[in-house]
Nanobody, 123 residues
Framework: VQLQASGGGLVQAGGSLRLSCVGDAFFNSYAWGWFRQTPGKEREFVSAIGWSGRTLYYADSVKGRFTISRDNVKNTVYLQMNKLNTEDTAVYFC??????????????????WGLGTQVTVSS
């Protein structure tokens, strides 16, 4: 099953969006992360969540504004984004991590990536 992030769009600065990424039957076997990328730049860590949903990680740039969560019944990981600013404009990707000991903040730790969703924040 191809992972697909959804929920992106165009929003004014200060607004909110909620991204979703639906997994398959193996969803609960993975930890999950959100990354973003702008043209000409490397993929950037945004947030990550552990298997139980209790362990959370955030990039400093989004801390206090974004909230990651997961629903292990719906096989879905979410990224609630509030107080968006123009620097949040990017393509956002969800990704699965299977190795408990891998660094959740680095893209190399994730082995399965979804198709991205564009988030554009206008000033």
């Amino acid at each position: 099953v191809q992972l697909q992030a959804s929920g992106g769009g165009l929003v004014q600065a200060g607004g909110s969006l909620r991204l979703s990424c639906v997994g398959d039957a193996f969803f609960n076997s993975y930890a999950w992360g959100w990354f973003r990328q702008t043209p000409g730049k490397e993929r950037e860590f945004v947030s990550a969540i552990g298997w139980s949903g209790r362990t959370l990680y955030y990039a400093d740039s989004v801390k206090g504004r974004f909230t990651i969560s997961r629903d292990n019944v719906k096989n879905t990981v979410y990224l609630q984004m509030n107080k968006l600013n123009t620097e949040d404009t990017a393509v956002y990707f969800c990704a699965a991590r299977g190795d408990y000991n891998a660094d959740p903040l680095t893209s190399e730790s994730y082995f399965r990536w979804g198709l991205g969703t564009q988030v554009t924040v206008s000033s």
